[in-house]
């Protein structure tokens, strides 16, 4: 196995990236239309926090699929700061992968936005890291 090897070389770069004004209808939507289940939230280029997929679930829990609209109603309800992680752990694109998956087993989230400067980079998820496991192999 590769040792020392950046997680810059396993992370997600093209990002979606929401600001904290943002609906959580919309960013329910953006989870739906692109597939990804973690969303960096950022004012300016800053990152301030981390929105999950499961975060939002929660918020909805019990209004089923049968009623979009009272679901969105719910979900709109709450502003985005009020659910998502703020000041979330971070590492940086030279963070090597085993320190990487040392914090994620640790901890009971699911990703880590990548930083640079304050500015989200990147992202890598535990996804990821087993895509990275199964390459060596």
Known sequence: MKQRVPVSQIMAKALIVVNPTKKISE???MFNEYGI????V??????????SKNDVLKIGYGAGDTHPEALNAIYDSYELKDIMVQNPVTVTAETNIKDVAEILSEQSFHSLPVVEKEEVVGIVTTTD?????????
Do not use: A, E, S, W
């Open 37 to 40: 289940r973690h969303i960096p």
């Open 42 to 51: 950022v004012d300016g280029t800053k990152l301030i926090g981390v929105i």
């Open 129 to 137: 890291l087993v895509k990275y496991l199964l390459d060596q192999y």
């Open 27 to 29: 960013v329910n939507q």
